[in-house]
């Protein structure tokens, strides 16, 4: 497999452009790789990254008015002068000429895209972008799936398309790292809870403890150690100890 040159293919604020596709209220029942509140967050923070970063933004969704439901609000709040496609039941974005024509309108040829379901809704239209001469970013934490082994097959078909994967977090450190010093002044305020709100590490290892209602509401957060990370006992056996 061909390994693209990293220096060519890095993306800036300037040069790229961000596509999410179908994170409808009904469709993203379909997730159960993250829980409904943390898929939901991954989602709304890469949307909050476009906002912040002055992305050109395209929103698809397939039949908003049916079973699937409209685009999640918070989303469309954030983009009040973009037209949400919505697509007559077309699978992949990609067949849709509309959709096309607005990722030609924004005329970046690097695209952040997510789907919320990352076999289908990000695969099918990622992989015919590669096609059509785009370089393409395929946010995995904020795309979709039933379950773990469909999220890792599409990922691993994906790269073969040329299609590299990434997480919504990455997208502010490069998009950052594109811009001049003084531009970068005040983003910090803009930028989602979970990169804003970081701490220094202290040396101890946590882990989120959430409760979620069974409409994917946050009830409940709190932090309590992570005691999985322990030292090895100076009685171990086995070929671990010979190596010791």
């Known amino acids: 497999m061909t390994t693209k040159s990293y220096a ?28 409904p509140a943390e898929f939901r967050n991954n989602v709304i923070g890469l949307a909050k990254l476009g906002k912040v970063f002055k992305l050109p933004t395209v929103l698809s969704t397939s039949l908003g008015q049916g079973p699937n439901g409209p685009f999640i609000p918070e989303v469309v709040s954030m983009f009040p002068e973009v037209p949400v496609i919505d697509r007559p039941g077309i699978i992949s974005a990609w067949d849709d000429p509309k959709f096309v024509t607005a990722i030609e309108k924004t005329g970046r040829k690097n695209l952040i895209m997510a789907g919320v379901t990352i ?24 795309s979709g799936a039933l379950e773990v082994t469909i999220r890792e097959n599409a990922v691993a078909r994906m790269k073969d398309h040329g299609i590299t994967p990434i997480n919504w977090t ?47 509401v946050l009830a409940a957060s709190r932090t309590v150690p992570d005691n999985r990370l322990r030292p090895h006992s100076s009685r171990s056996s086995g070929a671990f100890a010979a190596a010791r």
Do not use: W
């Not at 293919?9 to 997730?31: E, K, P």
């Not at 076999?119 to 934490?141: H, I, P, R, S």
């Not at 998009?175 to 005040?186: F, I, M, N, W």
């Open 8 to 35: 060519k293919t890095r993306f800036s604020a300037n040069d790229t452009a961000l596509v999410l596709i179908d994170h409808q209220s009904g469709i993203m029942q379909l997730v159960h790789d993250y829980s």
């Open 119 to 142: 076999d289908v809704c990000l695969a099918f239209a990622a992989m015919q972008a590669v096609e059509a001469g785009y370089n393409v970013y395929g946010v995995v934490d904020a």
């Open 170 to 216: 990455t997208v502010a450190g490069r998009a950052a790292a594109g811009l001049e010093p003084a531009d970068r002044e005040g983003l910090g305020a803009g930028l989602p809870r979970p990169l804003s709100q970081l701490r220094p590490f202290d040396g101890q290892f946590r882990v989120q403890d959430r409760e979620c209602s069974p409409e994917g």
